[in-house]
């Protein structure tokens, strides 16, 4: 079966959520210390930074996205209703969320917000192509 786009940018999504994973870990042992970290966790954690902060948050919302995102792009992808529609809109929301972690990182308020708009925009293209509305 060809994966398409969709399935080329679902499972670059995969890599995407596994770096995110990766480098808000890395932020945050850098924080909080590696003794805390290979601890068993049972007192509170030490404060983290902004950075990891964000990063940690930038993880969160990637999360929250993604698994509607993998239905979506499954469905189009076993219904057979890849289109032009469905490819653009992997497409956006990939490369949406990807730029999304270092905007985020850097603090740039309203510009993440817009990132993730076009994320959710480029989710919903994809979603309409597995109702076979696009």
Same mark, same amino acid.
């Given at each position: 079966m060809?994966?398409g786009?969709?399935?080329?940018?679902? /499972?670059w999504?995969v890599? /995407?959520g596994?770096?995110?994973?990766?480098?808000?870990?890395m =932020?945050? !042992? &850098?924080?909080?210390g590696?003794?805390? !970290?290979?601890?068993s966790?049972?007192?509170t954690? $030490?404060p983290v930074? &902004?950075? =990891?902060? @964000?990063?940690? @948050?930038?993880?969160?919302n990637? @999360?929250?996205?993604?698994?509607?995102?993998?239905?979506s792009v499954i469905?189009v992808?076993l219904?057979?209703?890849?289109?032009?529609?469905?490819?653009?809109?992997?497409q %956006?929301y990939?490369?949406a @969320? %990807?730029?999304y972690v $270092?905007?985020?990182?850097?603090?740039i308020?309203?510009?993440r917000?817009?990132i993730?708009?076009i994320s959710? =925009?480029?989710l919903?293209?994809v979603? %309409?192509a =597995?109702f076979g509305?696009?």
């Amino acid at each position: 079966m060809d994966m398409g786009m969709e399935g080329t940018m679902l /499972l670059w999504s995969v890599v /995407l959520g596994l770096v995110q994973i990766l480098i808000a870990s890395m =932020a945050v !042992n &850098k924080d909080v210390g590696l003794p805390y !970290n290979l601890s068993s966790r049972d007192e509170t954690s $030490p404060p983290v930074g &902004k950075v =990891a902060g @964000r990063l940690v @948050r930038a993880g969160a919302n990637f @999360r929250e996205t993604f698994g509607l995102f993998a239905v979506s792009v499954i469905l189009v992808m076993l219904l057979h209703r890849q289109s032009a529609t469905s490819a653009i809109g992997a497409q %956006l929301y990939f490369w949406a @969320r %990807l730029v999304y972690v $270092p905007v985020y990182a850097l603090g740039i308020a309203v510009v993440r917000t817009l990132i993730w708009a076009i994320s959710i =925009a480029g989710l919903v293209m994809v979603l %309409l192509a =597995a109702f076979g509305a696009a």
